[in-house]
């Protein structure tokens, strides 16, 4: 019973969390609007864990550490969430670089 009660209130969940995609009116990009609620989520989480990373070195007083990873964290999260921006960063680096 407790396993059938645990699928109920999973999928009422699920179901309650995938209704912005569905969206009134927009039945046609489903895709499109669940995949920005997804990745709304994916940038949410990927900023809260690398904040609780660096709270971590913060508390621990390991200050190289800190900086390393916060180097890392922006050029990762860059990459990962502004690709375009990137790129025509990247691209001005090369133009200037080349003539």
Do not use: C, Q
């Amino acid at each position: 019973m407790r396993k059938v009660m645990m699928l109920v209130w999973s999928a009422w969940a699920f179901a309650l969390a995938a209704a912005p995609a569905l969206g009134a009116g927009d039945g046609e990009r489903v895709g499109k609007n669940l995949g920005d609620m997804l990745g709304g989520w994916a940038h949410s989480l990927y900023l809260g864990i690398a904040g609780l990373v660096a709270l971590v070195f913060l508390l621990n007083r390991r200050f190289v550490d800190l900086a390393v990873f916060m180097i890392a964290a922006v050029i990762v999260g860059g990459f990962v969430m502004a690709p375009s921006d990137i790129a025509s960063t990247v691209r001005d680096i090369w133009h200037t670089l080349t003539g």
